[in-house]
């Protein structure tokens, strides 16, 4: 029933282009990821207090969720982030504008591919592809932001990805808020229901941009 509804995405992520929401990406091709100097000091990301949140939409309406993250480290010198990465659980997908029994479980199944092998690949298929990575090329300053160009990796594609965030550092912890940006889900082979794949959808279709905002907390090793 409403498991055609939609997904996110994921991970997640990702080149240039502004929307009413947030920074849009559609770039091609993935950068060299960036390295640490041997002054750097390297923070683990906190798993339990980081997410990545989605929001997915159709002509007749949207859900959102969150996916949670399964490791990952920032290494940082003079408060700045200078590179890091990231893995994503993809086995974590949860909706959240759901209730138990309104149709949650069957949604978040067909995000994952897990309720039938017919739709393992309409969104992520987290059995065949259970994490996605996120690895930072470059972190520049801009209006008392960071803008950070990484590579995402969802379904075992590779793609650029671009976002601004705000990060803090108090010494022993780091933390990175992003603002909202767009990922175009083809990018990444997650075709369900897509306009721009499928002919002939009417208003049976989903968007294929999907909404992220990444939310990180790593504390010093």
Not at 193 to 199: L, M, N
Request: charged share 25%.
């Amino acid at each position: 029933m409403k498991k055609s509804i939609l997904s996110l995405f994921v991970l997640a992520t990702i080149s240039l282009n502004v929307s009413c929401k947030g920074e849009k990406n559609d770039s091609e091709e993935a950068g060299e990821v960036a390295t640490a100097s041997i002054e750097s000091t390297n923070y683990t990301v906190d798993t339990q207090n980081s997410v990545i949140e989605w929001t997915g939409s159709k002509p007749s309406g949207k859900h959102n969720g969150t996916i949670n993250l399964k490791s990952g480290e920032l290494a940082v010198k003079n408060d700045t982030i200078e590179s890091g990465m990231f893995v994503i659980d993809m086995n974590s997908i949860v909706v959240s504008d759901l209730a138990a029994g309104d149709g949650k479980e069957d949604l978040e199944a067909h995000l994952k591919g897990t309720g039938d092998k017919a739709g393992e690949d309409h969104f992520f298929n987290v059995t065949k592809f259970p994490e996605g990575t996120f690895e930072i090329v470059s972190i520049t300053a801009e209006n008392g932001k960071a803008k950070i160009n990484g590579n995402l990796t969802l379904k075992g594609v590779t793609k650029p990805v671009e976002f601004t965030a705000t990060t803090t550092n108090n010494g022993d912890e780091m933390t990175l808020t992003s603002d909202a940006f767009l990922i175009n889900r083809t990018h990444w082979n997650v075709n369900y229901a897509s306009k721009s794949i499928f002919d002939d959808l009417k208003d049976k279709f989903v968007n294929d941009d999907i909404e992220l905002v990444v939310k990180l907390k790593a504390t010093k090793k």
